[in-house]
């Protein structure tokens, strides 16, 4: 026995998990060796601390840690219909926001971990195209945004780019092929997002195979811990980087480098900020932010009592109205602080029948319990945090599901409409509308990010495709 092999049998023994190596004897020498490749990365002191809490909770019969006693309260918003007072401050957020961001001191990190495979898609989801006319992926359609950003403001846009193990290789395959898209190789940093043993009734980790724990992905919130271990943070720092814009692969409309949000959050010294939507009514099935014992945090809207998720204000509007569309700004220290010596997160709990081996090495199927972690957790950390209410139309498309809502199809007739009223605004021509009613048309972030810039073009002629006309 090796000096590794030893260290690693007597950790998992510590932490109750020796039967990690119940196969040993017939395992092939590669077998062994990627079998102590995946021990060494298990966090055993973790893993018993996680097992303990799964016990402990069968136990009492609770499903998760933590308490909401006190009855949540909406968050105070910077609104989207704002008085004359919110726009003199919007405006003074504004300027604030673009001085940050000309002098290079925003960070992008996109959350790509996903694969496509919901949509029918072999790949990662970033190349999933989404260009109604030009089948521009969501990777090229993010980096033509920040290249925009970078172009306007004169900066660098770093990007930190959060793969899993399914799809890294062929994620930095698709930037290398692609010429990172236009930006500069040394600005892409490629990181991926940690794994967590999946625990059967016991506290037992399961495997997949003789020389395979059963590993799931950590959660978005490991995001976070995998920006320090893999040296994205220190990179950050050597740049310069106060500020870290977050989003998420799959919504083609977000805009990271919106100087209005990074402002409001400087302004306030807010260590982590939000984007939301106003929900199109009370009973869809979005979390919302909110306050649960006096922190912010996220509501799931399960969690929110009837009388509450029905409640409204003055106005008229809901009260539990600000939807999470998952775009954040956080600090780099805040980052730094939570991450210092283990992720400072709660850790949530999915209950699933997994496809395993059982002792004799059969296939089996067990409930097991995948442990993740929520990056809006973080919020509950946060001394100051701004909620920035912003226009669904303008911000949020996600591309979820095959059909139906959240889709493909809705995410391309969304950005249609969108460009096709700023080409209408513009007095320029729009093309036939298809047999559902949608107006194909393109305009490249690159040339204009907004009606006001497009608009200020003046007249332009687009590029006639069959799919429709494209603005680039």
Known sequence: MN???????A????ADQGHLFQFWESLSEDRRSKLLDICAGIDFQLVAQLAADLQKSSATGNSETGSTESAPEPPELFPLERNSKAENNAAKARALGEQLLRAGRLGYVLVAGGQASRLGYDGPKGNFP?????????????ARRLLAASRKYGSKSPWYVMTSRANDATTRETFERNGYFGMDKGDVFFFTQDMLPALDEDGKILMAAMDLPFMAPNGHGGSLAALRSSGALDDMRERGIEEISYFQVDNPLVRPADELFIGLHSQCGAEMSSKAVEKVDPGEKVGVIGRMQGRMGIIEYSDLAPNLRDSRDASGKLRFRAGNIAVHLLRRDFVESLTKDRLELPWHRAAKVMQVIDESGQPAQRAGTKFETFVFDALGFCNQSVTLEVDRALEFSPVKNAEGSDSPATARADLCKLWSGWVQKAGMELPAADENGIVPIEIDPLLAESEQEFVALGALQPKRHPAGHLYE
């Not at 000096?3 to 049998?9: A, K, S, Y």
């Not at 950790?11 to 510590?14: C, D, I, V, Y």
């Not at 989404?130 to 993010?142: A, I, K, M, N, Y």
């Open 11 to 14: 950790a998992a023994e510590k």
């Open 3 to 9: 000096e590794r092999e030893q260290e690693l049998r």
């Open 130 to 142: 989404v260009g109604p006319v030009s089948e521009r992926t969501l990777f090229e359609v993010h």
